[in-house]
């Protein structure tokens, strides 16, 4: 029987990571261990809340790293794995905090991480393709410096230590430097219980209706912040009014979108929507709500989207995903 990872310590870290929805959302965000010439990455696909339980973690031995991209192997590595191999920590953990993203997509975010972080020793990466393009970029702006907090644009968090307790502080004390505090007011909103179509419904996360009310929804339909939501619900959403009857007839009857968002009414979802797509649009309704009216966002480019949907790895990660 093959030897599964040594530090117990680590999962149960891996494991509160993944349930903390304002770290990470479902599939989204991966950690890694090194123990000796080995290196324990979570696989692509999977869940880091199931880190205690299931055998999520691939090891990759440091000395052979040419198979980590293997397309024929049943399971592969998740996509982040250079960026994992690159780090010389021995703990890595990359998260799609709800914090990090809301501050990383506004146009002057890396003054504001300036100011928030003042005394720490940090790094800032512009957007690029997650990936080895992703760990490239850091290669060449880290400069060969050491680096235990690397905030990525549009994208997430990286924090590195050389163990699971001062990783997991480390990540705490950032978190609490960078949080926002969401500013809807509104925690019931005023819609229906129940949306009447054959394959649609209302987003079982109730608080994310609140979206629909929110003055600065229309901006934030004019494109993608972030890459899993281009991965898995697709570019930017559909937004419609609710008098506008006929768009929203036309929507139902071709039945193809994941969700949309109807103004002052509510979040309506596929009914066979994925229980993975439905965190995802929970994130965007969590980022949504610590973004001010008067923040200018950068959005992701339309190459950008084609990159992430043309992409083979992510095409991958999608088939897995529960």
């Known amino acids: 029987m093959s ?43 999977t869940w880091l809340a199931d880190s205690a339980k299931k055998k999520i973690f691939l090891k990759i ?9 293997d397309k024929h192997k049943i399971k592969r590595p998740s996509i982040e794995t250079s960026l994992h191999l690159m780090m010389p920590q021995k703990v890595v953990i990359h998260v799609h905090s709800i914090n990090a993203i809301a501050l990383s997509v506004q146009q002057n975010a890396k003054s504001k991480i300036s100011r928030i972080l003042k005394g720490f ?58 949080n926002i505090k969401k500013l809807s007011k509104t925690t019931k909103p005023k819609v229906p219980n129940t949306f009447f179509s054959e394959n649609y419904r209302l987003i079982k996360y109730s608080s994310c209706n609140l979206m629909a009310y929110d003055k600065k929804i229309r901006l934030l339909s004019k494109g993608s912040l972030y890459p899993d939501h281009v991965v898995f619900l697709g570019p930017g959403f559909t937004l419609i009014k609710k008098d506008q009857k006929k768009e929203m007839e036309k929507i139902l009857k071709q039945n193809k979108l994941k969700f949309f968002i109807v103004e002052s009414f509510g979040v309506v979802v596929k009914k066979n929507i994925r229980e993975n797509e439905e965190v995802m649009i929970k994130a965007l309704s969590l980022v949504c709500d610590r973004i001010k009216l008067k923040n200018k966002v950068n959005f992701l480019s339309k190459r950008n989207e084609c990159e992430l949907l043309s992409w083979d790895q992510e095409k991958y990660r999608q088939d897995l995903i529960r």
């Open 121 to 178: 020793k940090w790094l800032w990466i512009p957007y690029v393709k997650p990936g080895p393009d992703l760990a490239k970029k850091i290669e060449i702006l880290r400069k060969g410096k050491k680096y235990n907090i690397i905030f990525l644009a549009n994208h997430g968090l990286i924090v590195a230590e050389e163990s699971c307790k001062k990783a997991e502080d480390l990540l705490k004390k950032i978190e609490s430097k960078i």
């Open 3 to 45: 030897q599964y990872i040594k530090n117990k310590s680590f999962l149960k870290l891996s494991e509160r990571i993944g349930k903390n929805i304002f770290l990470v959302q479902g599939a989204g965000g991966n950690t890694s261990i090194k123990e000796g010439n080995l290196i324990w990455v979570k696989c692509s696909g």
């Open 61 to 69: 031995n440091m000395n052979h790293k040419s198979d980590i991209n």
